[in-house]
């Protein structure tokens, strides 16, 4: 999947809350260059435990963090990672996040 496709819509799995904090979790399921029909209950549910750890990073701004890309490593990052964007009340994406994989 290309890491720099614009995000097109996106499906929310589920809420989190800390304190006054809420933050919607889902999946990125259109961008400008591909679609994902499916993404496991597995996966989303990892993705939802994995963003809870890391709530309190998330921009002040951040509506939602959605996952983009699935588990993988890259030559950039070479640990197995979540590729994430984190989208504003507008729907704007404001930040491209990589969340490891414990």
């Known amino acids: 999947m290309a890491s720099n496709a614009k995000v097109v819509s996106t499906k929310v799995t589920a809420v989190l809350s800390s304190g006054a904090r809420t ?16 993404l496991s209950p597995e996966i989303q549910q990892k993705f939802k435990a994995t963003s809870e750890k890391h709530l309190s990073s998330l921009k002040p701004e951040t509506d939602m963090v ?3 890309e699935t588990p993988h490593a890259s030559e950039s990052e070479n640990r197995t990672h979540f590729t994430a964007v984190e ?4 729907g704007s994406v ?3 996040r990589h969340f490891a994989i414990e």
Do not use: C, F, M
């Open 87 to 90: 989208i504003d009340e507008k």
């Open 94 to 96: 404001i930040a491209k």
């Open 23 to 38: 933050v919607k979790v889902g999946y990125v399921d259109q961008t400008d260059v591909w679609k994902r029909v499916y």
């Open 66 to 68: 959605a996952l983009q």
